[in-house]
């Protein structure tokens, strides 16, 4: 079964700071998505990473997938409120039709 | 244009009552997907349906969860004899095109309470 594990789980830090947050695995994944999630809505599509130490930004956002394809960064460059919520990781199954979602972690940027 | 829309938003039911929960994915997308989320967790796989193939059910939990698509559209997850550890939130996706990294679009979801 692969499972992926996600750190730290909860975050509360002041707007303006930086901050990374992880996804790890014992397994190798052929894709990885980052998910953010607001109370009482469905998880929304950050970024989707597929190379081996591959580094996307989107704005604020770097993402980066481990070379070996087994972990995963979100970085957050001065963050604002409207970045809290629940960031989610998920990667594309050894099957490659379903992803297996880590817990989450809960991220509160405090004005 | 309309996003994933699910039905109802919110469910008490008592326990050992079925319960069905509706999911209108986004015209044309063929991949639908089901997880469930308890409380502060991540999502866990129920079921996977990809155009007329056989679904991928490895993801239920129990005989007791059962899940439909009709005409490749809506589809229905079905939860017979609830108990109270179905309380959850049931989230369903639809993709252009399952797996391979194409994006999820998700539902807002259905809260299910079991008391």
């Known amino acids: 079964t692969q499972l992926l594990e996600q750190s730290p789980q909860f975050l509360s830090i002041q707007e303006g700071e930086n901050l990374t947050v992880y996804c790890n695995s014992s397994?190798?994944?052929?894709?990885l998505q980052w998910y953010r999630q607001e109370p009482g809505e469905g998880p929304v599509l950050l970024v989707t990473?597929?190379?081996?130490?591959e580094v996307k930004k989107l704005k604020r956002l770097t993402f980066q997938f481990g070379d070996a394809r087994k972990d995963s960064s979100l970085h957050i460059t001065a963050a604002q409120p409207g970045d809290t919520g629940l960031y989610l990781c998920?990667?594309?199954?050894?099957?490659?039709?379903?992803?297996?979602f880590g817990p989450g972690t809960r991220l509160s940027v405090l004005p | 244009g309309a996003g994933v829309s699910q039905s109802p938003s919110n469910k008490v039911t008592e326990k050992g009552k079925d319960v069905e929960l509706r999911c209108d994915p986004i015209?044309?997308?063929?991949?639908l997907y089901w997880y469930r989320q308890s409380l502060g967790q991540g999502l866990e796989f129920l079921i996977y349906?990809?155009?007329?193939?056989?679904?991928?059910k490895s993801g239920l939990p129990s005989d007791r969860f059962s899940a439909e698509r009709t005409g490749g559209s809506v589809s229905t997850l079905t939860i017979q004899r609830t108990q109270q550890e179905d309380s959850a939130v049931y989230l369903c996706?639809?993709?252009?095109?399952?797996?391979?990294?194409?994006?999820?679009?998700f539902g807002p979801g259905t809260r299910l309470t079991v008391t």
């Open positions: 990473v597929v190379t081996g130490g």
């Open positions: 349906f990809q155009g007329n193939s056989a679904p991928d």
């Open positions: 015209s044309g997308h063929t991949a």
């Open positions: 998920a990667g594309l199954d050894n099957y490659g039709q379903n992803f297996v």
């Open positions: 996706a639809s993709s252009p095109i399952g797996g391979e990294g194409y994006e999820q679009y």
């Open positions: 397994s190798v994944f052929s894709s």
